[in-house]
């Protein structure tokens, strides 16, 4: 929950209005509503003090999605890091090294992937071109 009120923490010096949210069935983490175009977006949040952040079984499909990865150090001296991405964004950054996990599988033991579990994930070197990019959120607001 600390990554959550973080973003919305910064939503709030950004001038939009947000509300962390509850639960175990949830479908969002943060909602951010920005009362200028008076339109509400979701905010899918993922925080870690290691510099990575597992997404999910699969890398998520395209779409207009947000989602703000938050770095957590260890050192309460340090300033928390945030990198925000689109779905889409994420997807482009992160298919091509999921497609060649599955070709590297295929060729070691001759079947397909298929659909079993696996866990798709971001490191904080390949987060690093998103860092800080606030005005994702803020665009989102004017699509």
């Keep these: 929950m600390a990554g959550e009120y973080l973003v919305a923490a910064q939503l709030h010096r950004l001038q939009i209005v947000s509300s962390v949210t509850y639960g175990n069935a949830k479908s969002a983490d943060v909602i951010a509503f920005d009362p200028v175009s008076e ?7 993922k925080t870690s003090s290691k510099g990575v952040w597992p997404i999910g079984s699969r890398v998520p ?14 050192s309460i001296e340090e300033q928390p890091e945030f990198f925000i991405f689109t779905q889409e964004e994420l997807h482009t950054l992160l298919k091509p090294g999921e497609e060649s996990y599955f070709r590297r599988y295929f060729e070691k033991h001759g079947k397909e992937y298929a659909d079993r579990p696996g866990v798709a994930k971001l490191k904080r070197e390949q987060a690093l071109v998103c860092r800080n990019n606030w005005s994702t959120i803020s665009n989102a607001f004017k699509t």
């Design 39 to 45: 339109r509400a977006i979701v905010v899918e949040v």
């Design 61 to 74: 499909p395209p779409s207009s999605k947000l989602w703000v990865f938050v770095n957590l150090s260890d």
